[in-house]
Nanobody, 120 residues
Framework: QVQLVESGGGLVQAGGSLRLSCAAS????????MAWFRQAPGKEREFVAS??????TYVDSVKGRFTISRDNAKNTVYLQMNSLKPEDTAVYYC???????????????WGQGTQVTVSS
């Protein structure tokens, strides 16, 4: 069982930056695809970014603004979010899977979520 704990959310003005962190309990962390999803009120949970041995993948709406990275020695994945927009407002979730995929159903482990609010 992999436990994931997110941190780093908050309130920021449009154009600002935040860095989310997700700490994992799993000692084989490096073998997992790690991803960030988000869910805005009244909307479905959507893929944001993932990182694995193949490379990094991003949803089009965040390309050039968000960067996903990982530190396998610390069992931690990060999401650096720059040039934030009000439409980035959502609860952000960290997730893990042994697959290479971007759909919600492919991910077996989820964090509790962290709120990101971008004011205009």
């Amino acid at each position: 069982q992999v436990q994931l704990v997110e941190s780093g959310g908050g309130l920021v003005q449009a154009g600002g930056s935040l860095r989310l962190s997700c700490a994992a309990s799993e000692r084989t962390f490096s073998t997992y695809t790690m991803a960030w999803f988000r869910q805005a009120p009244g909307k479905e949970r959507e893929f944001v970014a993932s990182i694995n041995w193949v490379g990094n993948t991003y949803v089009d709406s965040v390309k050039g603004r968000f960067t996903i990275s990982r530190d396998n020695a610390k069992n931690t994945v990060y999401l650096q979010m720059n040039s934030l927009k009000p439409e980035d407002t959502a609860v952000y979730y960290c997730a893990a899977t042994r697959k290479v995929d971007t759909v919600v159903a492919a991910y077996d482990y989820w964090g509790q979520g962290t709120q990101v609010t971008v004011s205009s």
